[in-house]
């Protein structure tokens, strides 16, 4: 990541004024392959194809920066885009910087930030996820972790030595839709419904030298337009109501001995609208392995679980990925995933942007051969 001054911007005209003391860093990845996959659509076809929004992680660029007001402060900003190599397009319904938009501050009692944003479901999983947000990972299951942030929104990070807490409040938390795939958009904020399309998130985890994990709950709440989609294949559940509410708890930790780590976790989700009895509830569990073969060589593996009993769909992945690094920022890499479906499920193997949804009870494989740049 290759710092910029703000005097350097502001001579190409993209900022103005003085900036005394403060810095700012142009970032991003670019990532694509060509991925193969079976039992593709309405037929059970194969598939050949480019993948939109991710290869082993979404392509993005961002511009973040910071300025000391004093007495430990500093004002922070972050802003950063989500696009799509296959067509450039941009990802998250379109918006401009679909990952982040926000600014805050931050001081010896934590950072507050205002506006689009993380939530602390994301920030639970990201060092206890051996995939993260690869095409063939947890993403294919339940959609909405990879994607878990909120418009409108408040945040808290502060953290204590190996210990962070963080929340954050959203009075809308999908105002142009595109969080993730069948959920609808819920702008909230509406006159005389204080509630609707509201959502909360709460965590605290430890990161220690070999050891660490943590636990968070997501809370959504229903309005106008919104629906909760279970990703196996059965119609999106309307959630018209502010009373609706899809929520998630996960738990997950990681180990770390010598050039192994260890990571896993169980996502419990509990979701439906007031017609809905007994209420809808998953579970996903996962588990998996990373190791540094040699410094350019990294091996991973891992293996998620999802149960669904009120619509008796299940579902196995499998999956196994290569990195081999050709300098600093640069790698190529290599994974295979399989996918079994019980007899009622359709969930997809690949989170590589629609178009790949099985015929119910058809297993799946997947390959992708990438490349990933970092700059």
Not at 36 to 50: E, I, K, P
Request: charged share 15%; with cysteine.
């Amino acid at each position: 990541m290759k710092k910029v001054s703000v005097g350097l911007f502001a001579g190409l005209g993209w900022i103005s004024g003085h900036a005394f003391g403060q810095s700012m860093q142009l970032y991003g990845i670019v990532d694509t392959g060509i991925e193969y996959v079976t039992h593709a659509g309405n037929f059970g076809d194969s598939l050949v194809r480019m993948p939109a929004i991710t290869g082993s992680t979404p392509s993005r660029w961002g511009m973040r920066g910071s300025e000391p007001i004093g007495d430990g402060y500093s004002v922070r900003f972050n802003l950063e885009n989500s696009f799509n190599l296959r067509a450039g397009d941009l990802n998250q319904g379109g918006r401009l910087f679909g990952r982040q938009a926000w600014v805050g501050i931050s001081g010896p009692t934590g950072s507050w930030f205002f506006g689009r944003q993380n939530t602390a479901t994301l920030y639970t999983i990201l060092d206890n996820d051996v995939m993260g947000p690869a095409i063939y990972g947890i993403g294919s299951v339940d959609a909405y972790i990879p994607n878990a942030r909120s418009d409108n929104a408040i945040g808290y990070l502060g953290t204590y030595r190996y210990v962070t807490i963080g929340a954050t409040y959203s009075f809308g938390r999908d105002a142009v839709g595109g969080n993730s795939p069948g959920q609808g958009l819920c702008a909230g904020s509406v006159p005389g419904a204080p509630t609707q399309c509201r959502q909360w998130t709460a965590m605290i985890k430890y990161d220690g030298p070999t050891f660490g994990g943590g636990i968070s709950y997501d809370e959504q709440r229903g309005g106008t337009g919104a629906a909760t989609n279970y990703f196996d294949g059965m119609p999106p559940v309307p959630m018209s109501s502010a009373t609706d509410i899809d929520a998630r708890l996960l738990v997950a930790a990681h180990f770390t001995f010598g050039k192994a780590k260890v990571e896993g976790g169980w996502l419990h989700r509990n979701g439906g609208n007031e017609s809905s009895e007994p209420n809808i509830r998953s579970d996903v569990f996962f588990g998996g392995l990373s190791y540094q073969v040699t410094p350019s060589v990294l091996g991973e593996a891992e293996v998620i679980r999802v149960i669904n009993k009120q619509h008796d769909t299940r579902a196995t992945l499998s999956t196994v990925r290569g990195f081999y690094s050709v300098s600093k920022r640069t790698a190529l890499y290599a994974q295979v995933g399989y996918l079994w479906n019980s007899s009622h499920a359709a969930y997809t193997i690949s989170a590589g942007g629609g178009g790949t949804t099985p015929p119910r009870g058809d297993s799946q494989v997947g390959t992708i051969i990438g490349m990933r740049q970092l700059f």
